[in-house]
């Protein structure tokens, strides 16, 4: 089966501190794309950082930055100096099917940040 | 300004109805989604479709139906099949084209179905 795990229900951070989001995957393919989506309390669903696995840099978006691991299927999230805003669920995704392309999700990581 | 809008934005109903949730969007995806999401299962795919008048089953369809019959809307029929269906409903499309922007979903803000 297509799975994307995330083992951490809950994470805390205290604000300006680092913290990291860890997710790890199932898959055969040897192409694909992996995503970490944020979901605020007002439930709207953002796009937070993007990696296509063929790149072997990590992907960064300003404080958000990954660790993409193809070998180990590990594709952890850090946030660098943590913000209030940054309080939300966090779902790891990915991208599986070939041309159907449909995206499965992890079951999230619930982020609070500390003042 | 492009983007998916779902309605109702909540929406109740008695158990032995059906219910369609609307999903519009604006900027000529291809491809569009219906996911639901429940209290710690993050978010399971339930139909999804590639190109007008044809769509797929996700992962659970059962009790569910939607069409295609235009390019920027995806409506979603909860039927009295549905065992458990009070749950938050996201509809999403995506752009299959190869630019780099591809492959990303677009959220809809979401849909809240309770069954009384």
């Known amino acids: 089966a297509q799975t994307v795990t995330q083992s951490q229900p809950e994470m805390s951070v205290q604000e300006a501190e680092t913290v990291t989001l860890s997710c790890t995957y199932d898959?055969?393919?040897?192409?694909?794309?992996l995503f970490w989506y944020k979901q605020p309390p007002s439930r709207q669903m953002i796009l937070v950082i993007r990696?296509?696995?063929?790149?072997?840099q990590n992907a960064t978006e300003n404080r958000f930055s990954v660790n993409f691991q193809k070998a180990a299927k590990s594709f952890s999230l850090k946030i660098s100096d943590s913000q209030l805003g940054d309080a939300a669920m966090y779902f790891c995704?990915?991208?599986?099917?070939?041309?159907?392309?449909?995206?499965?999700f992890g079951t999230g990581t619930l982020l609070a940040v500390q003042p | 300004d492009g983007g998916i809008t779902q309605s109702p934005k909540y929406l109740f109903r008695k158990e032995g109805q059906n219910v369609t949730l609307s999903c519009e969007q604006n900027?000529?995806?291809?491809?569009m989604y219906w996911y639901r999401q429940d209290p710690g299962q993050g978010l399971r795919l339930i139909y999804y479709?590639?190109?007008?008048?044809?769509?797929q089953k996700g992962d659970i369809a059962e009790g569910y139906s939607v069409s295609r019959e235009k390019k920027e809307s995806f409506p979603l029929t909860v039927t009295s099949a549905q065992k458990n269906p009070t749950a938050f409903y996201l509809c999403?499309?995506?752009?299959?084209?190869?630019?780099?922007?591809?492959?990303?979903?677009?959220f809809g803000a979401g849909s809240r179905l309770t069954v009384l």
């Open positions: 479709s590639q190109i007008v008048n044809d769509f």
């Open positions: 898959t055969s393919e040897s192409d694909y794309y």
């Open positions: 900027l000529n995806h291809d491809a």
């Open positions: 990696q296509e696995a063929y790149k072997q």
């Open positions: 999403a499309s995506r752009d299959r084209g190869r630019w780099s922007g591809a492959n990303v979903l677009t």
């Open positions: 995704a990915r991208i599986y099917g070939g041309a159907t392309n449909k995206l499965i």
